[in-house]
T-cell receptor, first 114, second 114 residues
């Protein structure tokens, strides 16, 4: 079985500061990894994904994430955040041999302050 | 950009009643999913649907739940006899072939069982 841990339930940060949202996963089989963002009253939007290749993946809105197999981590980073980045961020995994049967973490609320 | 649309946005029902949540996936997508998020908890996979049949389902998706694609456009989730613990946000999602095709989520239906 797979599991995803997002240790930080909320991350407050000032505008234009860098941010890192942490994600660790556990799986006995190979997985694909994803980050989704949820703005208030909206669905989940894909930020980025790791399927294969370079371990540093770039996504939308200036976000990037690095896959670290030895540490089973997939942390999300942004060098300079905007007020508009305030949202809930979800890390998710799925087995490579599965469909989009995503296993989600509990989410991290990013709160950007002016 | 094409969207996954869900109706209604909010549904209130009494315990024991049947509810049908409706979704219109993106038109050329082949894979369809339902997820749910109980307030304050993780987003959880319920079921995936491909080629007019269920391809995977979770333990949550018991005999009270069913899915249907009654015509070429709609994808529905039916809960036969709702329980208080079915109160949640239900997300529909659709995707194309393979993980290079991103999964698109609708904005969700908030189901409240009283």
């Amino acid at each position: 079985a797979q599991s995803v841990t997002q240790l930080d339930s909320q991350v407050p940060v000032f505008e234009e500061a860098p941010v890192e949202l942490r994600c660790n996963y556990s799986s006995s089989v190979s997985v694909y990894l994803f980050w989704y963002v949820q703005y208030p009253n909206q669905g989940l939007q894909l930020l980025l994904k790791y399927l294969s290749g370079s371990t540093l993946v770039k996504g939308i809105n200036g976000f990037e994430a690095e896959f670290n197999k030895s540490q089973t981590s997939f942390h999300l980073r942004k060098p300079s955040v905007h007020i508009s980045d305030t949202a809930e961020y979800f890390c998710a995994v799925t087995r490579m041999d599965s469909s989009y049967k995503l296993i989600f973490g509990s989410g991290t609320r990013l709160l950007v302050r002016p | 950009e094409p969207e996954v649309t869900q109706t209604p946005s909010h549904q209130v029902t009494q315990m024991g009643q049947e509810v049908i949540l409706r979704c219109v996936p993106i038109s050329n997508h082949l894979y369809f999913y339902w997820y749910r998020q109980i307030l304050g908890q993780k987003v959880e996979f319920l079921v995936s649907f491909y080629n007019n049949e269920i391809s995977e389902k979770s333990e949550i998706f018991d005999d009270q739940f069913s899915v249907e694609r009654p015509d070429g456009s709609n994808f529905t989730l039916k809960i036969r006899s709702t329980k208080l613990e079915d109160s949640a946000m239900y997300f529909c999602a659709s995707g194309g072939q393979g993980f290079n095709s991103p999964l698109h989520f609708g904005n969700g239906t908030r189901l409240t069982v009283t």
